[in-house]
């Protein structure tokens, strides 16, 4: 994105605000008094949702980040050597190596030629074969089944009833995507009807991974905010979820409730006892739950586990595990993959009304198939090399070598930020972000709100422009008012987290000092 | 050039490439032979209901609930939940959505796939898709090039295997260069790579001989459809009467009814002339126009060249009117010209959008909002699993531009590897380049098709290449009856020899 300061048009015609012409060009008198004609698509006639969508992982701040390393590049001088971009969720780009069995397979897969290259191991040469096998002329270059290969799905249906200590999974209900944000606006596109008090209204997490308020905003849905309780590690409180649906029925139809375990961005692991209250809570509510699952294998803090909405849902009987709606989504850009790129990702949809199935089915039909190389990798991830065979001991190092690397580099992060005065980091249970807050002096609050910036876009701007490192506000994610935090990325490799974290240590006593 | 390969899909030789693909199986010690036809993979679709499962409770049609579970009576009588979403509490829009390339006929037919692997008797042996377009999957061969490109960007230790040309391991260099962390795992920028980006433009500068393009205008998609919508999207607005139409051709391929069902815009029907070989009617255009501005407000037109379903290629002063028109009714253009390469008529000629609208002058060329999408799945490369494309936007608005950008950022960014292949299909390799020959052969350039053409354009006698019955590589044959009455053969034959002189003779 390299237009973050667009080049206005000298002669840009004052946009039209009437809605319906009638044949003739509509002459515009331009600023510098030039007849011109009025665009057909302008900010005013232009879809009025889209306006309404915000999405801070790339946003402002980050086209400044690219516009500084544009400048670094074309030589520049800058008080730091290179930008950071500690703002966005993408391991390999700060380093981390995909898994090589998983690469090895995408190889052959690619240009099967190779299979009569010596050098790949027989377990790489026989996935590859399988997969290849479930594609239209055994290529990837064929469209795909709209739900995503047969045999991927399967996969993914053995490896959830894995993962789930034996609950049973329905490959019929799996659905491959185009990574999980595909399956998440979908079913909330699904959701979706209804006018003024009718109006759909979907319960998300403050703070949240802004896709959600993005989709909703985009659909013209409700959105029903959650906070999450900071002071007890960003855990989640049915009384609070209580206390935001009785406000939403006053003016919309709340029915569907999101939450993101691990958390994003505030890395905490849910219990197994929260799990069930937000069950027993959605079913008494009648709420399609929606449970972001990406991050259940970057689990680290001591004590905490990933539980599964799935499995939780079935231990709990009948009355609950035949009722409550739920759709769960994994994909293939976290975890200890990384694999951002290729967009993979499957849900799992429990309990879904058939028709409205059907209805599904037919919605993904239109955009024909997601990416066959991100169902291939999907279906490696769910059904990565086993033991006794050629791949499995490089494939465990490499993973367990990334998963460990990351839970060091949560628990450093949270140490160091947690020595800087006027910073405090809860601990990083899990996901890949530090969400800590930080006092803004008020000073620097007046002059934030003096420029028209939140406090926290005003610090973390400053930051960029004197250190490089680009964060992402906690405005852009929610937070309760008068608070102000970062999102920062564990993925930088330890030695150069340790500097990151040192430098925003830095920054911040100098800010503090500063604005006092 | 691409008749011959157009010669795969008669069922004949679908079977000898499904073979073939077998035959790559086979040779390779320790891989696992597939069983049977691998072509016979079924496709499964979730069967169709047309009920759901006994319990289930009769959807309920009120709107707000207030606390308590709604109890309701089932039609055997016990008692059950009413489900949160139902087919009556769904959203609306998206039960107006129709997509028959993949409808009712379609998962009957794989229904019938799957009914023909369990050994019921039909009366066929095989179920053949021809509904949709997809080569790999009837048996077109993709390009090795993009292949081993691929192949090297996916793992990237193959960049010293021998066996990979030296261009595919430069391009596949380049390629990760531009990825962060040099990694196709990496997300890249939302707008799509931005050394694919410059690529695309150069190529779109090329096809439309030198008229600029700036990369800025260039946006990578996830295959064209992505594209299509994203622009539908930004222009659907306006309530009732003032809410936006679109102009869309019928016969038409079916993602624009879907999508602007979906997006709840006004479909507005312009008929293709199916007696003058489906050409467009100015004046049909006008009628739809006129006729739809008395119940909503028609702001885009588009247009597919070449047509899909119906295959015409519209002459240069077609398209001509149609932009002037578009410019004179207000109209933002789209134009999705994926079959840009897929031209096969004696006489028809791609002419792109975007190169007609410029050479129209400043008066259209500064003017006219167009958008123009590409994709990788047709044309000769088919690779429709990659879901790459993009579209090039012309003189959109500098703000919506940044909307654009912003509605796109929430997606992250379409898939990489479809992104790279786009890549390749813009920078093909060049003459002199090590994999160009089999680059061009693979095409569909056989050197003895090229033979066959110029004969056919220079004398009238129509032959059929030896590229197309299978030759020993290196050697060229035509095939030619010998059914004409003695006294014309012998005129033929003639004909024959001098061509092949003069043939030589030029290309000595």
């Known amino acids: ?94 380093g981390q190596q995909p898994i090589t069995f998983f690469r090895q397979v995408l190889a ?37 089944a709209s739900q995503g290969i047969d045999s991927v799905r399967q996969d993914v249906a053995r490896y959830i009833e894995r993962r789930d200590g034996g609950v049973a999974c329905d490959p019929d209900n799996i659905y491959l995507t185009t990574g999980a944000s595909d399956g998440i606006v979908t079913m909330l596109k699904l959701l979706v009807c209804g006018e003024g008090t009718t109006r759909t209204g979907v319960m998300i997490p403050i703070p949240q991974y802004p896709l959600y308020s993005a989709a909703l905003a985009e659909l013209g849905a409700v959105q029903i905010d959650y906070f999450l309780n900071e002071e007890k590690c960003w855990s989640l409180d049915i009384t609070e979820l209580q206390r935001a649906v009785n406000e939403a029925r006053q003016y919309c139809n709340p029915r569907a409730l999101c939450i993101i375990n691990p958390g994003n961005p505030t890395g905490q692991v849910q219990s197994r006892q929260c799990i069930e209250d937000v069950i027993r809570f959605a079913a008494k509510e009648r709420l399609f739950l929606m449970a972001d699952e990406v991050y259940q294998d970057n689990v680290y803090a001591e004590g905490c586990q990933f539980h599964s909405f799935k499995k939780v849902l079935f231990e709990m009987g009948p009355e609950y595990a035949e009722t409550v709606e739920l759709a769960s989504f994994h994909s293939t850009s976290k975890c200890y ?23 599904l089915t037919k919605l993904l039909s239109v955009r024909l198939c997601p990416p066959v190389p991100g169902q291939a990798l999907m279906d490696l991830v769910v059904n990565p090399p086993q033991p006794g065979e050629p791949s499995y001991g490089s494939f465990i190092k490499e993973r367990t070598a990334t998963l460990s690397a990351l839970a060091e580099k949560a628990k450093l992060t949270e140490q160091v930020l947690n020595t800087v005065q006027g910073i405090s980091c809860n601990p990083v249970q899990g996901a890949m972000y530090s969400f800590p807050r930080i006092t803004i002096p ?71 000092q500063q604005y006092s």
């Open 1 to 94: 994105m390299n237009h973050g300061t667009a080049l206005l048009w000298k002669r840009r015609a004052l946009s039209s605000l009437s809605a319906t012409r009638r044949g003739l060009p509509k002459e515009k008198m331009s600023e510098n008094g030039i007849m011109s004609r009025a665009k057909v698509l302008t900010i005013d006639t232009m879809n009025p949702t889209v306006k309404k969508v915000e999405y801070a992982v790339r946003g402002p701040i980050v086209q400044r980040a690219v516009e500084l390393e544009r400048e670094l590049s074309e030589g520049m001088k800058k008080p730091f050597a290179e930008v950071i971009k500690a703002n966005i969720g993408d391991a390999h780009a700060m």
């Open 108 to 144: 052959l897969c690619s240009y099967p030629e190779l299979l009569s290259d010596s050098t790949f191991p027989e377990d790489a040469k026989s996935r590859a074969c399988r997969i290849l096998q479930s594609c239209g002329g055994n290529s990837m270059g064929s469209y795909s």
């Open 337 to 359: 993959m990384g694999e951002c790129g290729f967009r993979g990702g499957y849900m799992e949809i429990i309990n879904m009304d058939n028709e409205v199935k059907d209805q």
């Open 442 to 512: 008020e000073k620097a609050v007046k002059e934030a709100t003096e420029k028209g910036q939140q406090p926290d876009m005003f610090y973390c701007m400053k930051m960029l422009e004197e250190t490089g490192i680009c964060l992402v506000p906690g405005s852009g994610f929610g937070q309760k008012d008068g608070t102000y935090h970062f999102r920062m990325t564990i993925l930088p490799p330890t030695d150069k987290l340790k500097i990151l974290l040192n430098k925003v240590k830095e920054f911040h006593q100098r800010f503090t």
